[in-house]
């Protein structure tokens, strides 16, 4: 259970879920795995998941650039 909810956390830094950012897709539980699917032709699976990659990229580039700012914020100055 502990893994589950880690892997379908929605991260602050990349606004995605670890399971959608490496499988492009809602990790399922229960009654949901039973469902079928529609079964999606490669190509479109992987210009879906450089979709949710570039958008985490752009995402966590953001991020860093704001904690960037934050800690210099703080810093001070040296003498020397």
């Known amino acids: 259970m502990a893994e589950f909810v880690i892997n379908n956390k929605v991260r602050s830094a990349t606004k995605v879920s670890l399971f959608i950012a490496n499988y492009g897709r809602e990790l399922r539980m229960g009654a ?42 703080e810093r001070k100055e040296s003498k020397e």
């Open 32 to 73: 949901d795995i039973k469902k079928k699917e529609k079964v999606e032709k490669a190509m479109e699976f992987v210009e879906r998941m450089k979709k949710v990659q570039e958008e985490a990229g752009t995402v966590l580039k953001k991020a860093q650039k704001d904690m960037k700012g934050q800690v210099d914020r």
